[in-house]
């Protein structure tokens, strides 16, 4: 498998910001997956904040400049994306929302996409399921299944967040491998077959074989 591009981007606010610090680790996290199955991965990071000026200046004049524009084409271009929202009003921040609203329609068709936000508590984790992942079905991107969500209290204690960041990691891992297929380039040995924890590779069995399993004296 040639070497995946995967951008990172997220909408914290903050400097720092628990957002970003999310994006960090879920990234760490997903090259550390990768890496156990022989891939070796570019990881870009995009901060929105750095952003807001030229997100809305884009409205006002129709044209993505300077760093915004690279952002776009870096989005356009990546093999796999992670984003991270902080949540406002029980949904995704409006600057998070503004930057996909300009992104290309179509060019996220298939990607594979691995969603997280960070709130003040837990009570905000569903928007995952009610914000995140219908925005990026919309945009036919191919969402991973375990979303993660970190509450104030998950950062600096002993919480379950890493695991649950290295789950979901790996799943998205996985989403990849498949997505981009197991061919190594010319030359190069091909990567170590990949399985997430907890799943089970799929067996088919001929229907010919099940019927004579299931007649008597075959």
Partial sequence: MSTPSIVV???GL???STTALLGENLSEATGQALGRAGVE???THISLRSLAKDITNHYLTGFPLGAL???LDQVRDADALIVVTPVFKASYSGLFKSFWDLVEDGSLAGKPVLIAATGGTARHSLMLETAMRPLFSYLKATVA?????AATDDFGSDTNLAPRIAKAAAEFAQLV???LGSAAPAGQAPAAAYKAPGLEALTVTPFEELLKRNTPGA
């Fill in 9 to 11: 981007v997220t909408a």
């Fill in 14 to 16: 903050g400097e720092p």
């Fill in 41 to 43: 991965a570019n990881f």
């Fill in 69 to 71: 524009a690279t952002a």
């Fill in 145 to 149: 299944p375990s979303g993660v969500f």
């Fill in 177 to 179: 491998l498949w997505t």
